[in-house]
């Protein structure tokens, strides 16, 4: 079997002031990185829409020189347009970076024809592999199955991170790989990591991955050695936790203040994001409590 690629979205550290702490997040790199897991830097769970340009690049910088080929790098190099996504794209690509995701283009309605044009105009611009990524409750665009075959054809182009949410659009993907062999399917739900190894998916990037990172490289791990069951016993646990925590307000938002409450130097996300109360605060401390992640 292949390896199987665990890699977590990686939350980005903010001091009191707003201001990024880069010592924090690459605290947070030697975390992921004991567990196992592979790095999505400047992804929805790093707070990749509140960030500069500048900032992009210089946390990839970091995350790549703290990593030291330890595991493998991605960043989310998505912004609403092509051209302000090729420049991202050719900066981070200097930096050592193992593939590029590129989130579809939001705010702006695409058409198919659009977003082909889009990722292909970006998939020349560099020659770090591009991964493209769906997400379409937060973009509103959403990258069709006929659209992902056409693009899977770039050369440059080399897998789709899924984070529609169900199985039809995982599935979807799934067969366009099957019949590929240069071509990975990366799942984004964390309730579904399993099923899409056992359809075969190259690995999962994962938010949920900053609260239990040993848990989630335990389903893609035993998965990979054979161990079914054990890799079905960890996600049975994941799902779990999704369902409690992600029951309490927006994914991402849980998950940063669930690692906050675990370490204080993550630091909140910046504004407009989640205003902390001390009643949601006893209610994400309860269900770490009852995951025994000690708080």
Request: contains cysteine; charged residues 20%.
């Given at each position: 079997m292949k390896e199987l690629l665990?890699?977590?979205?990686?939350?980005?550290?903010?001091d009191e002031n707003e201001a990024i702490d880069y010592a924090a997040v690459r605290k947070q790199v030697r975390r992921q990185v004991a567990a196992g897991n592979n790095i999505l830097a400047c992804g929805t769970n790093g707070d990749f829409t509140s960030l500069t340009f500048a900032e992009k690049v210089r946390i990839c910088a970091e995350v790549v020189e703290e990593v030291a080929g330890k595991v493998k790098v991605f960043v989310n190099a998505g912004t609403?347009?092509?051209?302000?996504?090729?420049?991202?794209?050719?900066e981070v690509a200097t930096l050592g970076v193992d593939g590029i995701a590129v989130i579809t283009p939001y705010f702006i309605g695409c058409t198919q024809?659009?977003?082909?044009a889009h990722y292909s105009r970006v998939a020349d611009s560099v020659d770090k592999p591009i991964y493209l990524y769906d997400i379409p409750a937060r973009t509103q665009n959403h990258i069709e199955p006929e659209t992902?075959?056409?693009l899977a054809d770039h050369p440059n182009i080399l897998g789709i991170k899924d984070s529609g949410g169900g199985?039809?659009?995982l599935d979807a993907y799934l067969e366009i790989a099957r019949g590929r062999d240069d071509f990975d399917v990366f799942s984004g739900p964390d309730s579904l990591i399993h099923y899409a190894l056992s359809q075969g998916a190259g690995g999962c990037i994962s938010g949920l991955g900053n609260v239990m990172p040993d848990t989630l490289n335990?389903?893609?791990?035993?998965?990979e050695k054979g161990d079914v069951e054990g890799s079905l016993r960890h996600q049975e646990l994941f799902t779990q936790l999704r369902v409690d925590?992600?029951?309490l307000g927006f994914a991402p938002a849980m998950v940063k203040r669930a690692l906050y409450l675990l370490d204080s130097s993550v630091g909140a996300s910046r504004q407009p994001a989640l205003i902390p109360?001390?009643?949601?605060?006893?209610k994400i401390k309860a269900v770490l409590n009852k995951f025994e992640i000690e708080v």
């Open positions: 665990p890699f977590v979205a990686l939350v980005t550290c903010f609403p347009s092509s051209y302000e996504t090729v420049m991202l794209c050719k024809e659009g977003l082909y992902c075959a056409r199985k039809e659009s335990a389903i893609c791990k035993s998965y925590l992600y029951g109360t001390p009643e949601l605060d006893e």
